[in-house]
């Protein structure tokens, strides 16, 4: 799951590669659901457990990367602290609601229902950051709603008595990540690169999910010894968290981000797919339906904003 580029950023050259990259960078995004699921499937990880260990190594790592290569990003951080706090609390926040719609929903259907936060954002962004809603792109954002009503099986009075929470944190998700993708915004708004917002964010978000672990601070150390374990999480880190995001930003250095925005929308395919292929989890027709129409708001309101 990615933060979509904005449509001013301008590549240095068109270049066949720059289709692989962004492809690459979907793929490897669409796996995330994968290794959540197996760390909380097999390993007995808590949702809130591997939100905590993601934003924590990511951080790590991210840290090593600055040190060595971009040391105007330690400036940006320290000049954006609160601004990064306030990332920090919403990235945390979507990926506990992310981690736990995973254990309740399932890989495939959290994918989509996280999806649909384009609707959300541009509900949000005309909100609070004044941008215009034109009424076509209403009736967008009502397609998604609806859409993401029909794959969480909120369209059914019996899915409430039965999976409530489920439907309620996969949603969840969907609102915190388009609030974490305003926030993305209004980081490069700031000056802040990629390095800088996203140390910060999940630096942050690290600090409260340990807070909030402290009541069962056993289960931070649930993996104990088990090698196999502990590298699956540090495969999910440096694969979806990290290099996911710096494949796509290598795209946008070659192919204008509409472009590579467009690509991305093959991602909850991509975790369909990978879910059905490694966990057998399987989605129905209505589910499909909703699934489409959810991709087809996220391509519509891009085209409305790019043309």
Not at 42 to 66: H, P
Not at 236 to 262: D, E, F, K, Q
Request: charged residues 10%; hydrophobic residues 55%; contains cysteine.
């Amino acid at each position: 799951m990615k933060i979509l580029a904005q449509p001013t950023e301008k590549p240095t050259a068109i270049s066949s590669n720059g289709y692989l990259f962004a492809l690459l960078s979907t793929v490897v995004w669409s796996s995330t659901g994968i290794f959540v699921s197996h760390l909380q499937t097999d390993y007995g990880m808590k949702a809130i457990t591997v939100a905590f260990w993601r934003d924590f190594l990511a951080a790590f790592f991210l840290l090593i990367i600055i040190v060595c290569f971009s040391r105007v990003s330690l400036k940006q951080i320290f000049a954006n602290a609160l601004f990064s706090l306030f990332f920090g609390v919403v990235t945390a926040f979507f990926n506990y609601f992310w981690t736990t719609s995973i254990k309740l929903n399932g890989v495939s259907v959290s994918a989509v229902l996280t999806y649909c936060s384009p609707a959300f954002t541009a509900l949000l962004s005309f909100i609070f950051l004044r941008e215009h809603l034109k009424p076509i792109k209403v009736l967008y954002i009502l397609v998604g709603i609806l859409g993401a009503a029909m794959v969480s099986g909120a369209i059914y009075p019996s899915a409430w008595q039965s999976n409530a929470i489920g439907i309620g944190t996969g949603l969840l998700s969907g609102l915190f990540f388009s609030i974490y993708s305003i926030m993305g915004r209004l980081a490069a708004n700031r000056g802040m690169n990629a390095f800088s917002s996203m140390f910060g964010s999940f630096f942050f978000a690290a600090i409260i999910l340990l807070f909030l672990n402290i009541p069962d601070s056993e289960s931070l150390f649930s993996l104990k010894n088990s090698l196999n374990g502990w590298m699956t999480l540090v495969l999910l880190v440096l694969g979806p968290t990290i290099s996911g995001y710096g494949l796509y930003m290598l795209s946008l250095t070659m192919i204008p981000a509409t472009i590579a925005n467009l690509i991305s929308t093959l991602e909850p395919f991509f975790t369909i797919l990978l879910a059905y292929l490694l966990l057998a989890e399987k989605m129905t027709f209505i589910q499909w339906i909703g699934g489409a129409m959810i991709v087809l708001c996220v391509l519509l309101i891009q085209f409305t904003r790019d043309f």
